[in-house]
């Protein structure tokens, strides 16, 4: 894809569109979340080697239009997808319908709060930055009781994190929309895409550090097809976890750290890792 942004404005500048611009959720960027996040095979290759060593049934939750499920559906016996919206999970079924031949996928429209699945899992992964949307200690211990619940007896957790380290180096396995020198509420153009419709889209984002535990990420979005230009915001918050915060919730939910890793090549965490890869088993 390719990555003019010299039309997005400068940093600094203010916010693309100002009032004019469509606030959007989780569900309306379905239609080109696959053009904001892609699969790293870094990631694949850690998910898959875990999945691997523990067993064949992978859940995945939230899996969104399939960004790691249709790579790791390639190296795993099976996965259950599980999202709870309903247009994320088409985009994924539509995915999986264009590409043929993928029959160890299953997709299932639940909150991961609140699995009901009649299946046990070998492997339960939630893929980068996806615990971190819980919104309170109370949901993060609601998510975890949950996947205790769906968990084999030789299954494993994989929890990805960001850091969000205002000392972290960029490398390739930190989240591209967060950047350690940035100022709060600092306008950054970012990218400019095309879309399969031929449309092309544009983003710039700001972020702000509300405290250490709350990074405040706002998306601005220009949508040109043809004529038409339109214009979206969308604003996502994400908590931040240490190492022993992390400990400390997986034991609350009755679970053990097992092993923790800065990146998917498995380096010991320290102070300046982009992620906090966590893997976990029931105790």
């Not at 400068?10 to 004019?20: Q, V």
């Not at 899992?121 to 200690?137: A, K, M, N, T």
Request: charge should be negative; proline fraction near 4%.
């Amino acid at each position: 894809m390719s990555s003019n942004v010299g039309a997005l404005g400068k940093a600094g500048a203010g916010p693309i569109g100002g009032n004019h611009a469509l606030p959007i959720g989780y569900r309306e960027r379905s239609a080109f979340y696959d053009c904001e996040f892609g699969s790293f095979p870094d990631e694949v290759e850690f998910i898959a080697s875990v999945g691997q060593m523990r067993g064949g049934n992978v859940l995945e939750v939230p899996c969104a239009c399939g960004r790691l499920t249709l790579p790791l559906s390639r190296r795993v016996e099976r996965i259950t997808a599980v999202d709870r919206d309903p247009k994320m999970l088409l985009q994924l079924q539509r995915r999986l319908a264009a590409r043929g031949g993928i029959e160890n996928v299953r997709t299932v429209l639940e909150d991961m709060r609140f699995l009901k699945l009649s299946a046990m899992f070998d492997l339960i992964v939630c893929p980068r930055e996806c615990f971190q949307l819980l919104g309170s200690e109370t949901e993060a211990l609601d998510a975890l009781s949950s996947f205790k619940r769906h968990m084999s007896k030789r299954g494993c957790l994989v929890l990805d994190l960001a850091t969000f380290a205002r000392s972290s180096e960029p490398t390739e396995d930190g989240p591209e929309y967060f950047a350690a020198g940035l100022g709060d509420n600092e306008l950054i153009a970012e990218w400019e895409r095309g879309l399969d419709d031929g449309s092309l889209l544009r983003r710039s984002r700001s972020q702000r550090l509300r405290s250490n535990q709350l990074l405040e990420l706002t998306f601005f979005y220009t949508l040109v097809n043809g004529a038409l230009t339109e214009e979206f915001v969308s604003t996502v918050e994400l908590r931040i976890y240490s190492l022993c915060q992390m400990s400390a919730l997986l034991q609350a939910a009755g679970f053990r750290m097992v092993e923790a890793y800065g990146n998917y090549r498995r380096v010991p965490v320290s102070e300046n890792s982009a992620r906090l890869l966590i893997v976990a088993e029931a105790t």
